[in-house]
């Protein structure tokens, strides 16, 4: 399979899955594969694991 049907593939499968959130009548998705705070007509994304900045530790006494 070519990286282009892949990427048909999974846009179809997203458009699906927004498509039933918003005729289920639920304002947020959560998903880390779409765009965190993208608003799709009404539905939106919310990724459950956002990215975390890490501070480094302070340094010993």
Known sequence: M???????TN???YAAV???TQQLGAA???SEDLSH??????V???NPFPEVEV???PPSP
């Open 2 to 8: 070519s990286v282009e049907a892949v990427l048909d």
């Open 11 to 13: 846009v179809l499968l």
């Open 18 to 20: 927004l498509a039933a």
């Open 28 to 30: 947020t998705l959560y």
């Open 37 to 42: 705070g993208q608003d799709y007509d009404g």
């Open 44 to 46: 939106r994304v919310v």
């Open 55 to 57: 501070q480094p530790a």
